[in-house]
């Protein structure tokens, strides 16, 4: 079965770091294309980051650029979001995605999802 697990969330100050994990099954890293999604407490669930397994590509948010990174480990099956710089606004469940048909930055091309992790930045 295709499984995501997210890990590494936590609280942490403004302008401080967080590196996310999501640990994929072998199912999933067949697919295309992994994502980072996040919802805010009574926001819509929103795009953050993407990356092709395969060639490496990505994509990003504008709000993030520069201050986020995406990246993957084929090896371990693991694909990570380096977080520097948060900001309050960060604040979220940080959710890991798996796409079977491209990198993209909406969610209804996603058809796998993990549980989520909680990002919490104070000020």
């Known amino acids: 079965q295709v499984q995501l697990v997210e890990s590494g969330g936590g609280l942490v100050q403004a302008g401080g770091s967080l590196n996310l994990s999501c640990a994929a099954s072998?199912?999933?890293?067949?697919?295309?294309?992994m994502g980072w999604f996040r919802q805010a407490p009574g926001k819509e669930r929103e795009f953050v980051a993407a990356i092709r397994w395969g060639g490496g590509s990505t994509s990003y948010v504008d709000s993030v650029k520069g201050r986020f990174t995406i990246s993957r480990d084929n090896a371990k099956n693991t694909v990570y979001l380096q977080m520097n710089s948060l900001k309050p606004e960060d604040t979220a469940v940080y959710y890991c995605?798996?796409?079977?048909?491209?990198?993209?930055?909406?969610?209804?091309?996603?058809?796998?999802w993990g549980q989520g992790t909680q990002v919490t930045v104070s000020s």
């Open positions: 995605a798996a796409s079977l048909r491209r990198l993209s930055g909406h969610a209804s091309e996603y058809e796998y």
């Open positions: 072998r199912r999933t890293f067949r697919s295309y294309a």
